[in-house]
T-cell receptor, first 112, second 113 residues
Framework: GQQLNQSPQSMFIQEGEDVSMNCTSS?????WLWYKQDPGEGPVLLIA?????ELTSNGRLTAQFGITRKDSFLNISASIPSDVGIYFC????????????FGDGTTLTVKP | ETGVTQTPRHLVMGMTNKKSLKCEQH?????MYWYKQSAKKPLELMFV???????ENNSVPSRFSPECPNSSHLFLHLHTLQPEDSALYLC????????????FGQGTRLTVV
């Protein structure tokens, strides 16, 4: 099946810094999703991208659907301590009835 | 509060035990999902139900048996598990299968001893 490579695996940053993470796939997806998982909780959807080249923001978060449809990026600006958690990308194909393939996750630690 | 509630939050069971995980959603969704989350591995989709009918079994061993009595409730019956089945089991729901926005429960942390 399809696999997603998510990088970096972990990040340790200072409060106020910007963060960038990405996901790449060997094959295309029709939809890219970005989730955040807080410790002890389930993932929460942050941003959904539906079109190649699409750039979407949600507060301090911005995500882009790569033009090749094989990658996606998530940026967090001016990080704050509550940004701590695991960020997952997920891809979906129309032909797969909405099944999501998830990346391994990027663990973000923000130092005050 | 995401509208998807899972119980119990934590479960420790022996390899010969039988237990069940419960998931309930009050969002009016028609699709429900079970995922397994193991350390250092991506979320793995286990089962999908759409309008109470199972539409996906992702080659899950028969020691995991799902049940969906109605669109609001989903169970995962566990029997004769192995230590490597220890993981966080997440339930999710969406308006319908194929709808991208899925809402996850908090998960059940399962430890098999």
């Amino acid at each position: 099946g399809q696999q997603l490579n998510q990088s970096p695996q972990s990040m340790f940053i200072q409060e106020g810094e910007d963060v960038s993470m990405n996901c790449t796939s060997s094959s295309i997806f029709n939809t890219w999703l970005w989730y955040k998982q807080d410790p002890g909780e389930g993932p929460v959807l942050l941003i959904a991208l539906y079109k190649a080249g699409e750039l979407t923001s949600n507060g301090r978060l911005t995500a882009q659907f790569g033009i090749t449809r094989k990658d996606s990026f998530l940026n967090i600006s001016a990080s704050i301590p509550s940004d701590v958690g695991i960020y997952f990308c997920a891809g979906q194909l129309f032909t797969n009835a909405g099944k999501s393939t998830f990346g391994d996750g990027t663990t973000l630690t923000v130092k005050p | 509060e995401t509208g998807v509630t899972q119980t119990p939050r934590h479960l420790v069971m022996g390899m010969t035990n039988k237990k069940s995980l419960k998931c309930e959603q009050h969002l009016g969704h028609n699709a429900m999902y079970w995922y397994k989350q193991s350390a250092k591995k991506p979320l793995e989709l286990m089962f999908v139900y759409n309008f109470k009918e199972q539409t996906e079994n992702n080659s899950v061993p028969s020691r995991f048996s799902p049940e969906c009595p109605n669109s609001s409730h989903l169970f995962l019956h566990l029997h004769t598990l192995q230590p490597e089945d220890s993981a966080l089991y997440l339930c999710a729901s969406s308006l319908g299968q194929g709808v991208t926005e899925a809402f996850f429960g908090q998960g059940t942390r399962l430890t098999v001893v």
